[in-house]
């Protein structure tokens, strides 16, 4: 039972984030939707405006702009019980030549910021005695 459960989820404008928010709202959740593309996010909320859910512009490499997210989401809800976190991001090319920096942006955003929105969520879980964290990564293999 997932009505008295608050999610938020990064990433979730569209594709497998907005979907598995929709899933969670259809079964009472409330769901925070954290998303780096402002246009995406407000045209994904019109469709959903009638549940119980927030959007919240942030991008998730910045440290600053996650806690802030986070601590709306607190706010709004009293508590987050559910963070996945499914924030991507693609650039393909070979490894030969892939840009250094492109591969730094990658990092920051599937792997440093799962950990720092986990940091900032894990207090509330612990507090409530109850929580998951759901980590979703993916890469094409056309990268390789």
């Not at 039972?1 to 079964?27: C, H, N, P, Q």
């Not at 996010?41 to 702009?65: F, M, P, R, T």
């Not at 986070?70 to 490894?95: F, P």
Request: aromatic content about 8%; proline content about 2%.
């Amino acid at each position: 039972m997932v009505s008295d459960k608050v999610v938020l989820i990064t990433g979730a404008a569209s594709g497998i984030g907005y979907e598995i928010g929709v899933d969670f709202l259809r079964e009472g959740a409330k769901v925070a939707f954290i998303d780096i593309n402002e246009n995406r996010l407000n045209k994904a909320l019109e469709v959903i405006n009638d549940y119980d859910c927030i959007g919240l512009q942030c991008d998730v490499s910045k440290e600053d702009e996650l806690k802030i997210a986070i601590d709306k989401t607190i706010e709004q809800y009293g508590k987050i019980d559910v963070l996945i976190n499914n924030a991507g991001l693609q650039h393909v090319a070979s490894v030969e030549d892939f840009p250094a920096d492109k591969f730094e942006e990658m990092i920051q955003v599937m792997l440093v910021a799962p950990f720092v929105a986990s940091k900032y969520v894990l207090p509330t879980m612990k507090k409530e005695g109850w929580g998951r964290i759901i980590n979703i990564s993916s890469i094409w293999e056309s990268c390789l």
